[in-house]
């Protein structure tokens, strides 16, 4: 039976800031046009952890039963390892992806923006099937678009909509951004795992695009969002101090423009994550004053 402190692990802890930075941005736009309510940031956020602590399970339960996750670098695996039994982690999965909806229903009663259970159905669908069903799309190089779509665009945007009633320009150019760091965060993930998915006839992007081609698409995924930085400051000119994260990203781009490999890429995805969470603490902040 896995203890407290495997639960907590396999629950990915250093994948939160994936849930946890596009609710700040959004949270200090909405501020900016002159709507913050706390608890409706609260329920967003807590939406947000659900749903990434819930698909983490969710890919835990999935791969741990394909046999994917046996040989595996990186944290612990419950299923895989054996520590936990599959029925359990699926348990601890949909549990959260029901929290996730409960909160989640609440904040679209809170709009009256019924249309927004669609999207909160899609949000629970794109989780499960990331690695879950017959065809997971994760296998076959369509988990970056479903990341920056779901951690990106909408829970950036939706925070902002559920809040403000409405997205502006700003919005989406911080949507964009964070969606490119989440995507970061995968394609590290990935870039690691890339000896390992090709022996279980994993094909991520990664897997895809080979070894050369995937450092370069980190790359452009966590320059992109200084860029947008520089645009957003035109406007917004607070919104630069959001260029502090380069000291974060740095330190990772070197290892991976380096050809690091295996364990040597877990930093990374430390590094990527938390500057994701710093530029978007100040973008947020920034946007909010």
């Known amino acids: ?124 669908a794109g989780a499960w099937f990331y690695t879950g069903g017959k065809r997971p799309y994760g296998y076959v190089g369509l988990g970056e678009i479903a990341v920056f779509v779901f951690f990106g665009l909408v829970a950036v945007l939706g925070t902002v909509y559920v809040l403000a009633g409405r997205v502006t320009g700003v919005a989406v150019g911080a949507a964009v951004a964070v969606g490119c760091f989440s995507c970061g965060v995968l394609v590290a993930n990935n870039l690691r ?7 279980v006839g994993k094909r991520t992007l990664a897997v895809l695009l080979g070894d050369r081609d995937t450092r370069a698409l980190y790359t452009a995924l966590v320059v992109i969002p200084f860029l947008l930085t520089v645009l957003i400051g035109l406007r917004e000119p607070l919104a630069l101090t959001a260029l502090v994260a380069v000291a974060l990203v740095v330190p990772a781009l070197r290892r991976v423009l380096r050809g690091f490999t295996g364990r040597a890429l877990i930093p990374v995805l430390r590094d990527t994550g938390l500057a994701m969470l710093v530029w978007s603490v100040a973008t947020g902040v920034a946007l909010a004053l």
């Open 1 to 124: 039976m896995a203890t407290v402190a495997q639960w907590i692990e396999g629950a990915r802890v250093r994948t939160l800031p994936n849930a946890i930075a596009p609710v700040v941005v959004g949270v200090g736009v909405a501020a900016g046009l002159g709507a913050f309510v706390w608890w409706k940031a609260a329920l967003a956020l807590l939406v947000s952890l659900a749903l990434i602590v819930g698909v983490n399970y969710a890919n835990d339960y999935s791969d741990g039963i394909r046999g994917t996750d046996d040989n595996r670098v990186g944290p612990l695996r419950l299923v895989g390892s054996g520590v936990a039994k599959p029925r359990a982690v699926l348990t601890a999965a949909w549990s959260s992806f029901g929290i996730a909806a409960v909160a989640g229903a609440a904040l679209v009663v809170a709009s009256g923006q019924w249309w927004l259970f669609g999207v909160g159905a899609l949000c629970v």
């Open 193 to 199: 795992d890339i000896p390992t998915d090709k022996e």
